[in-house]
Structures are given as structure tokens and as C-alpha cells.
């Protein structure tokens, strides 16, 4: 034991998030630090955490500058938390934030802490820019030079193309492949149609759209920088505008991936406070859900075994098992949307026998889901995306739904990530 002798429920109390924004628009003028405080801070005076000690804070991002190494604390520090609350960075990917809220959940459980905050923060318009590493060669050896001479001599060998910056690539190092362009191998693996990317991508603008006009993201939006609202939201989208769209990744003529039906690029920041029961009860603060179970997964998508989003679709069925439930068992299911394409092939593989016999080992499909369960108010294509900010979002997203929907039970939480790995989650209805 660590340090307590039971396991403890682990109580989600809510969230908040500044609006996403799509890339170099609204927020392309501020960075991480700033985002991230302003979701932690959103959080913190939600729920009346002014002058507080928190037993932990994790949140990170994907990209980010070496100046950010400790990128979580300091968030913390330009918050109205007390101080003395600690903090660490992690990252996995786009599951993020979900993983620190698992982190944090797992030490609540545990009871070494009493409550924390999880979250996350990417942004696409302040990159770490670097240069080519023959130009920081020359760089550190005139900094190791013990002369003056010694310490000039290195420019001597700089060439114009050391000047030329090397901008972050959202290309799998492994493969060289886009993430893009490996969702359509994955498509058409699948036999994922553009039709029905379209129409997955036109729900979830108009769920959204439905979720910001009947006030749902009231409490869970905080203006920053004069933006009051997710601004990729398409009030106006239908499926025959997304028809019109040129394949983005693969133009040889089958492609089916194109904006519309894919994630923007996005800048933003998400945040959640977890806790214990007698915590949460003492401070008389509502429990809106239970986190009960969590998962990652990987697979070996350079080998070519299996698609590089598809760890998830294998995450969900260990984390059934481990529940003692049925994919049919919840009343909603929040699949984070990287491409639609994405999520329509997870689906595919739980509803084939022979992929879950082959690749799982189960006599039966896992079946197939309502999608009027799917992403009710709406997700990462028509929100945004700003990749470790999605997991706190979704989280807080579902928490809500549950607690205002009086005949739920639970909900269920899939993110695909970089690098072939999936985190998944469970919610249960306080």
C-alpha cells in the first residue's frame, strides 16, 4: 500500500476551458503558460479554490518551448491557488489531459491526495522554432571555446541554409506519414466512404452548434482574449458544403479526407477538478460524475499490423472487461473526433466478428452503438482541437451530460493519440 488501506471513489466536480480557437487567429499572440493559467484559473473560481492547497495539479502539452519545461507549476503559480500546490507535466499525445486526470484520479483512489487538477494546453501559432542542428553544432562549440579566437572560428563554417528554421512536423518520426495520410490508409482499409465521413462531421457541427445556442458551454467556456465561444463551430454546415471540399491528403483521386471532415488546427487550453467524496462534500460541492476506469493501449502500426489511431479500439474492450460491461451499456459515448474517418473505423471494428475474433481473441462482435449516443454536443471537428487540451474537455463535457440528464448511468471516453496509442475512460452518473 502506498498509502491507504481501501480504494476511494473519485469524484469529477466539473470543468472549464477557454475557447478554442482555430490556429494563428485569436490567440496567436499569447502561448501554453497563458492558456493553461487561464483554464486553471477559470477552474479555480468556478469553484471557490481561492488561497487553497490542492493535493496535485498535471497537465502538459504536445508542442512546446524549452522555456516551458516546468510548464504546469508555473500555471499554477500565476493562479489564485495557494502556492504551495504542487505540479508536474506529462504528455501522451492528444490523450493528455485524460491521462492526468487518470494520474490524479489514481492518487486520490489511493489516497495519497484528497483532490487535484487535471489539464491540458496546445498551441499551433507559438511553435518552438529551431534551427538545423549543424547550425547549433557551430553555436555550442564557440559557447565550449575557451579563447577569443577559438570562440570566433566556428562562424567561419556558417553556411545561408544553417538560417533556414526547422518548424515542428506532425509527421510520425517511425513512418514519415502524416497522421492524415495514415487515417486514409485506415479508410480505406475499412472501406470508410466520404459520405459517411461527411455526414459524421455535419453532426457534429450541428450538435455543437445546438450545445453553444441552448447555453450548455455557458459554465464551461471562460472568454480570454476577446473570444467568447469556439470559433470553428459552423452553424451554417450541411453535407452537401462538406461535399464540395478537395481531399486534403491523398489527391491521386480516392481520397476522402479533406477539412471539413478532419480537425482544424487549433490553439486552446482545458482544465478539471477531481476529489474525494468527503472532500468534495465538505466544501459542499456537487459530484457530477465518477471516474471508475481508465485505459491506455498501443499498437504497432509501423509494422503495418494495424492503423496508427486504432489503439482505442482495442483500450475499450480490455476497459469493458475490466468493468464487467457491455459496449451497449452506456448511455453516452464521447469518441474523441481526430478525423471522422477515425471514428467511423473503430466503430467498423467493433462491429466486425472476425476483427474481434482475430484481433481480440472474442468469440462474438462487440456490436454496434446508437449513434444518436454519439458525441451529443458535438466534438473535435466541429470544437477543435488543440491536442492536449481535448481529454479535460471531453471529460468535463460528459460530466455535464450526465448530471443533467436524470435517467443516465454512465458514458464512455475514447482518444486516440500520436504514435498509435489510445486512452479510454469511464464515467459514472453521481
Partial sequence: MLVGNAVRRVAVIGGARIPFARAHGAYARVGNLQMLTAALQAVVGKYGLDGLRLGEVAAGAVIKHSRDFNLARESVLGTTLDPHTPAYDLQRACGTSL???????????LGQIDSGLAGGVDTVSDPPIVYPQAYRKILMRAFRAKTLGARIAPFFALRPGHFKPVIPDASEPRTGLSMGESCEQMARRWGIGREAQDTLAYQSHRHAAEAWQSGFFDDLVAPFAGLHRDDNVRTDSTPEKLAKL????????????????????????SAM???????????????????????????????????????????????????GLNLQDFDFFEIHEAFAAQVLCTLAAWESTEWCRDKLGRTTALG????????????????????????????????????????????????????????TAILERA
Avoid at 481531399?247 to 490553439?267: E, Q, V, Y
Avoid at 471531453?394 to 475514447?414: E, M, Q
Fill in 368 to 423: 454496434a452503438i446508437d449513434r444518436r449516443k454519439l458525441n451529443v454536443r458535438g466534438s473535435s471537428i466541429a470544437i477543435g482541437h488543440p491536442f492536449a487540451a481535448t481529454g479535460a474537455r471531453i471529460v468535463a463535457t460528459l460530466a455535464k451530460i450526465l448530471a443533467t440528464s436524470p435517467h443516465s448511468r454512465r458514458g464512455l471516453i475514447s482518444v486516440c493519440t500520436a504514435g498509435g496509442m489510445g486512452v
Fill in 273 to 323: 477538478l477531481l476529489a474525494s467524496e468527503s472532500w468534495a462534500r465538505a466544501r459542499s460541492l456537487p459530484v457530477q460524475a465518477w471516474l471508475t476506469f481508465g485505459k491506455a493501449w498501443a499498437v504497432d502500426f509501423v509494422a503495418g499490423t494495424e492503423g496508427l489511431l486504432m489503439a482505442p479500439a482495442y483500450s475499450v474492450p480490455s476497459m469493458l472487461d475490466d468493468a
Fill in 99 to 109: 491521462e492526468a486526470a487518470i494520474g490524479i484520479a489514481n492518487k486520490i483512489a
Fill in 246 to 269: 478537395r481531399p486534403s491528403f491523398d489527391r491521386s483521386g480516392s481520397g476522402t479526407l479533406t477539412a471539413g471532415n478532419s480537425t482544424p488546427l487549433t490553439d486552446g487550453a
